[in-house]
């Protein structure tokens, strides 16, 4: 279960003086506000149990390129954000490595290789953004093996027409995390009127998303934080600029 986008904007709006959050056609700040908390949250370096889909195959001898489709029940690959992790399993083969798992190593790019061997390596060779994605592996097999891909389903954002998409639709992200995404917009609310709390709001808004987190290692959560941190600061000199800019013009 999840809530609605439009029970955040309820939330919100008494910390803003009642602002309207949905100022034209297109939902805005209100969308905007919430996609930019959905991308930051359902993109690495977090992964989340939620958001986990696996992809099954068989490995074929020489072949290191392979176009693959969901298990029966899974999302298309369409929703597929980034790899988690990846594993093949040595068929059961007589040999002394019949039944291991060896666990392969993300890449961001892999050269074809016509070299073969036990895989070790994996990436993403091209994604074209609705479900046709080749994955590639290094090396390329040398027997048949059963492969499996762990995967992050990507962002669903939220949609400027006013419908079941817009303001309507739920976050794609668990109740239990409510907090996340309700602080998230709290924060980023008070940025948007210039309010100085949003600075507050922010670090509680970053420490519960990194609480959810416990798997992240120090560099990753260091990492994370000064960026969103950078990244909001930027959007808050923007709207001081523009609202100085409107003074001056008398308007």
């Not at 988690?84 to 961001?108: C, H, K, M, P, W």
């Not at 060779?125 to 479900?131: C, K, L, R, S, V």
């Not at 995967?151 to 669903?156: F, I, K, V």
Request: aromatic letters at 10%; proline letters at 6%.
């Amino acid at each position: 279960m999840s809530t609605p986008l439009s029970a955040t904007i309820s939330f919100v709006q008494p910390f803003v003086s009642n602002l309207f959050l949905e100022n034209d056609n297109t939902l805005n700040p209100a969308i905007g506000l919430a996609n930019m908390i959905v991308s930051s949250v359902m993109v690495p370096p977090f992964v989340w149990e939620w958001n986990r889909y696996t992809i099954p195959f068989t490995c074929v001898v020489g072949q290191t390129d392979y176009v693959l489709t969901p298990q029966a029940g899974s999302p298309p690959v369409a929703n597929f954000g980034f790899i988690e992790s990846a594993y093949v399993l040595v068929t059961n083969d007589g040999s002394v490595d019949a039944g291991r798992i060896f666990q392969l190593s993300i890449q961001r790019s892999l050269e074809k290789s016509s070299d073969k061997g036990k895989p070790d390596k994996i990436c993403v060779f091209t994604d074209d953004g609705a479900g046709d994605i080749t994955f590639r592996l290094s090396n390329a097999p040398d027997q048949t093996y059963t492969g499996v891909i762990t995967y992050q389903g990507a962002p669903t954002l939220f949609s400027t027409v006013p419908s079941s998409s817009g303001v309507n639709a739920n976050w794609p992200i668990p109740d239990k995390l409510n907090m996340i995404y309700n602080w998230g917009m709290l924060a980023l609310a008070c940025l948007y009127t210039n309010d100085p709390r949003w600075q507050t709001l922010n670090q509680k808004f970053v420490a519960h998303l990194l609480a959810a987190q416990s798997g992240l290692d120090e560099m990753q959560r260091d990492l994370f934080a000064s960026q969103w941190m950078q990244f909001t600061s930027q959007l808050g000199l923007i709207g001081l600029k523009n609202t100085q800019s409107t003074q001056a013009r008398g308007v």
